[in-house]
């Protein structure tokens, strides 16, 4: 075979190789068969991904801590924070591993991968060579990405929210928001990420 | 990015590629030399991890359903709802976007993706009606959407730690959630399990390796 394996690609879902032929900044490569994305370079996007990866931090740290939904009745208030959230299965004995996995999924991983990302990205961003392990860092984090399900958790809060309308007076506390926020910079960060051009500069 | 006539998968080309980072290598090789990811052709045990996650994921949806998600304490009473029970107070307290949201999450998409996850296994082995790309495109519904049958655990655990207002009212998580949550994980992992690849490899499978078999579709890609 002439080709060198370098300058092919297979499409992780249908396993079609194709010879890379770099598409321009902001237009994408399609696998023909299964219409997979396969590249999708844009311009500047480390930077920005590395910008929205912080933001993301700071954004979960905060959200965590502040109450993000308030609730009254009769005179009596609560008000509950993510980590309370969590923390609600902790009362009996084996839905403590739900307050676990809630918590994990809430926010541990995506700390997790918003610090996956910038560890990777960082070095490469300002011309760098990577740092050690940048290679499975990115495995890691792109094995996680289904399992952050912050986004799943805002949609649940406006369930619960409706959900004691009619018990209760309601109302968001500020890391609601935060966590509105969240969801959004953390699905935009994901579509701006061309794994392929990551990978390829990763491996100079 | 064109392709050049026909479609060959690495397998074809006695390549084997990484699902990780598209990196393609000779045959053979364990793991892949630029993100270390473990390769194979094919996962030849694919589909006994398919059946063993969905059974256990099964087996947890059950009680999922027969235990109470919820426990509510008024003043008056006490009351233990099912999910599906839930879905129905609300529909009767005039809510019907959102119980038909709780019974799209929590009754209609994990059943959904049983079958679906069920009928991709079983397509494998034995030929489906479907063409390939449509069960690619099932399979990629089911990835997605899977992970939003969590939500309902979410609403136990706000509810649970948002409504504690003493003796006036109280909710506590049932037993349900943690059978829930385990269903929607182990059914995540069974939808991961599965090699997609497998899909196409039907198509291409009549016309390299059983030629004498099934000599109609001599050409194997289908567009």
């Given at each position: 075979m002439s080709t060198r394996l370098e300058e092919l690609i297979a499409c992780p879902h249908c396993d079609a190789v194709y010879h890379v032929s770099e598409p321009k900044m902001g237009e994408r490569a399609v696998?023909?068969?299964?219409?997979?994305?396969l590249i999708a370079p844009r311009r500047r996007a480390g930077k920005q991904i590395i910008a929205m990866a912080l933001a993301v931090l700071i954004l979960i740290v905060a959200a965590t801590v502040f109450p993000f939904l308030s609730i009254k009745a009769a005179g009596v208030a609560n008000r509950s924070s993510v980590l309370d959230a969590a923390l609600a299965f902790s009362s009996s004995g084996l839905l403590i591993l739900l307050t676990l996995a809630v918590a994990a999924l809430i926010v541990f991983i995506p700390i997790a991968r918003a610090l996956l990302v910038i560890y990777v990205l960082g070095p490469v961003v300002w011309d760098r060579p990577a740092f050690p392990g940048a290679l499975r860092a990115f495995r890691i984090s792109e094995a996680l990405r289904p399992w952050s399900m912050a986004e799943i958790f805002v949609l649940g809060c406006a369930v619960a929210l409706i959900k004691v309308a009619d018990l209760a007076d309601v109302s968001f506390g500020p890391a609601f928001w935060m966590f509105g926020a969240l969801v959004v910079l953390m699905m935009v960060q994901d579509n701006f990420m061309c794994r392929y051009s990551v990978w390829k500069s990763l491996e100079k | 990015m064109e392709i050049a006539g026909k479609v060959k998968s690495a397998r074809e080309m006695g390549l084997v590629a990484c699902r990780r980072c598209t990196r393609v290598w000779p045959g053979g090789t364990p793991t892949c030399g630029r993100c270390g990811h473990r390769m194979q052709s094919r996962d030849t045990t694919s589909l006994q991890k398919v059946w063993a996650w969905w059974i256990v994921g099964m087996m947890c949806y059950i009680p999922a359903n027969l235990y109470p998600m919820l426990v509510t304490r008024t003043l008056v009473s006490t009351q233990d709802n099912t999910i599906v029970g839930g879905a129905v107070e609300l529909a009767q307290h005039g809510n019907y976007g959102i119980a038909l949201v709780i019974i799209a999450a929590s009754v209609l998409i994990p059943i959904g993706k049983f079958i679906a996850v069920a009928s991709l296994a079983l397509g494998v082995r034995q030929?489906?009606?479907?063409s390939s790309a449509r069960r690619q495109q099932l399979f990629e519904v089911v990835e997605y959407i899977g992970r939003w049958s969590m939500i309902d655990v979410f609403v136990v655990a706000i509810l649970s730690s948002l409504v504690?207002?003493?003796?006036l009212a109280s909710i506590a998580p049932g037993v349900a959630s943690l059978f829930f949550a385990l269903s929607v994980i182990f059914t995540m992992l069974s939808a991961q399990s599965f090699d997609s690849r497998l899909i196409w490899d039907a198509d291409s499978d009549d016309a390299t390796t059983q030629p004498s078999v099934n000599p109609s579709n001599p050409n194997g890609v289908t567009a």
């Open positions: 696998c023909g068969r299964c219409h997979t994305v | 030929g489906s009606r479907l504690q207002l003493g003796a």
